[in-house]
Nanobody, 121 residues
Framework: QVQLVESGGGLVQPGGSLRLSCAAE????????MGWYRQAPGERREFVAT???????NYADSVRGRFTISRDNTKNTVYLQMNSLKPEDTAVYYC???????????????WGQGTQVTVSS
Protein backbone atom coordinates (compact mmCIF):
# COMPACT_ATOMS: atom_id res chain seq x y z
CA GLN A 1 0.00 0.00 0.00
CA VAL A 2 1.19 3.50 -0.85
CA GLN A 3 -0.09 6.79 0.47
CA LEU A 4 0.89 10.44 0.21
CA VAL A 5 0.78 12.30 3.52
CA GLU A 6 0.55 16.07 3.31
CA SER A 7 1.15 18.75 5.94
CA GLY A 8 1.74 22.47 6.26
CA GLY A 9 -1.45 24.19 5.17
CA GLY A 10 -3.17 26.93 7.13
CA LEU A 11 -4.26 30.54 7.26
CA VAL A 12 -1.85 33.29 6.24
CA GLN A 13 -2.13 36.98 5.48
CA PRO A 14 -1.54 38.33 1.97
CA GLY A 15 2.18 38.65 1.34
CA GLY A 16 2.96 35.88 3.80
CA SER A 17 4.59 32.49 3.33
CA LEU A 18 3.76 28.83 3.88
CA ARG A 19 5.61 25.60 3.26
CA LEU A 20 3.80 22.42 2.28
CA SER A 21 5.27 18.95 2.63
CA CYS A 22 4.21 15.63 1.18
CA ALA A 23 5.78 12.29 2.02
CA ALA A 24 5.24 9.11 0.02
CA GLU A 25 4.93 6.16 2.39
CA UNK A 26 4.53 2.43 1.96
CA UNK A 27 5.90 -0.21 -0.34
CA UNK A 28 7.82 1.90 -2.88
CA UNK A 29 10.47 0.96 -5.42
CA UNK A 30 11.05 4.45 -6.78
CA UNK A 31 9.32 7.81 -7.08
CA UNK A 32 9.37 9.56 -10.43
CA UNK A 33 7.68 12.93 -10.94
CA MET A 34 6.24 14.63 -7.86
CA GLY A 35 4.04 17.68 -7.94
CA TRP A 36 1.38 19.93 -6.52
CA TYR A 37 -2.06 20.81 -7.81
CA ARG A 38 -4.76 22.99 -6.29
CA GLN A 39 -8.51 23.37 -6.40
CA ALA A 40 -10.37 26.50 -5.39
CA PRO A 41 -14.08 26.41 -4.48
CA GLY A 42 -16.19 26.01 -7.60
CA GLU A 43 -13.12 25.60 -9.80
CA ARG A 44 -11.39 22.70 -11.52
CA ARG A 45 -8.19 21.25 -10.11
CA GLU A 46 -5.22 23.01 -11.69
CA PHE A 47 -1.51 22.39 -12.08
CA VAL A 48 0.84 24.28 -9.75
CA ALA A 49 4.32 22.75 -10.06
CA THR A 50 6.22 19.52 -10.68
CA UNK A 51 9.75 18.27 -10.06
CA UNK A 52 11.44 15.26 -11.60
CA UNK A 53 13.73 12.90 -9.79
CA UNK A 54 16.79 14.72 -11.14
CA UNK A 55 15.42 18.09 -9.99
CA UNK A 56 13.97 19.52 -13.18
CA UNK A 57 11.08 21.82 -12.25
CA ASN A 58 8.04 23.21 -14.02
CA TYR A 59 5.66 25.90 -12.76
CA ALA A 60 2.30 27.37 -13.63
CA ASP A 61 2.62 30.95 -14.84
CA SER A 62 0.48 32.14 -11.92
CA VAL A 63 3.01 30.97 -9.32
CA ARG A 64 6.36 31.21 -11.12
CA GLY A 65 8.73 33.44 -9.17
CA ARG A 66 6.72 33.12 -5.94
CA PHE A 67 6.58 29.37 -5.32
CA THR A 68 9.50 26.93 -5.19
CA ILE A 69 9.13 23.17 -5.49
CA SER A 70 11.84 20.85 -4.22
CA ARG A 71 12.25 17.23 -3.15
CA ASP A 72 14.32 14.99 -0.95
CA ASN A 73 14.75 11.66 -2.72
CA THR A 74 16.12 10.00 0.41
CA LYS A 75 12.82 10.71 2.16
CA ASN A 76 10.48 10.41 -0.87
CA THR A 77 9.23 13.86 0.09
CA VAL A 78 8.27 16.88 -1.97
CA TYR A 79 8.00 20.44 -0.68
CA LEU A 80 6.28 23.59 -1.89
CA GLN A 81 7.61 26.86 -0.52
CA MET A 82 5.00 29.53 -1.14
CA ASN A 83 6.00 33.18 -0.79
CA SER A 84 4.22 36.45 -1.53
CA LEU A 85 0.90 34.68 -1.16
CA LYS A 86 -2.21 36.28 -2.65
CA PRO A 87 -5.91 35.75 -1.86
CA GLU A 88 -6.27 34.04 -5.24
CA ASP A 89 -3.87 31.33 -4.02
CA THR A 90 -6.58 30.17 -1.62
CA ALA A 91 -7.38 26.55 -2.43
CA VAL A 92 -7.02 22.96 -1.33
CA TYR A 93 -3.54 21.86 -2.36
CA TYR A 94 -3.02 18.26 -3.47
CA CYS A 95 0.24 16.38 -3.71
CA UNK A 96 0.73 14.06 -6.69
CA UNK A 97 3.37 11.44 -7.41
CA UNK A 98 4.20 8.80 -10.00
CA UNK A 99 5.47 5.77 -8.11
CA UNK A 100 6.86 2.42 -9.19
CA UNK A 101 5.70 -0.27 -6.79
CA UNK A 102 6.78 -3.85 -6.19
CA UNK A 103 6.34 -6.63 -7.11
CA UNK A 104 5.26 -5.69 -10.63
CA UNK A 105 7.28 -2.44 -10.74
CA UNK A 106 4.51 -0.80 -12.68
CA UNK A 107 4.06 2.96 -12.31
CA UNK A 108 0.92 4.36 -10.73
CA UNK A 109 -0.26 7.89 -9.99
CA UNK A 110 -1.13 8.70 -6.39
CA TRP A 111 -2.82 11.71 -4.78
CA GLY A 112 -2.62 13.12 -1.30
CA GLN A 113 -5.67 13.90 0.81
CA GLY A 114 -5.35 17.65 0.28
CA THR A 115 -4.44 20.48 2.63
CA GLN A 116 -6.26 23.79 2.88
CA VAL A 117 -4.38 27.02 2.21
CA THR A 118 -6.28 30.22 2.97
CA VAL A 119 -4.83 33.63 2.22
CA SER A 120 -6.85 36.34 3.91
CA SER A 121 -6.45 39.40 6.08
Amino acid sequence: QVQLVESGGGLVQPGGSLRLSCAAEGSIFSVRVMGWYRQAPGERREFVATVTRDGTTNYADSVRGRFTISRDNTKNTVYLQMNSLKPEDTAVYYCNAEIRVPPTFMTYTYWGQGTQVTVSS
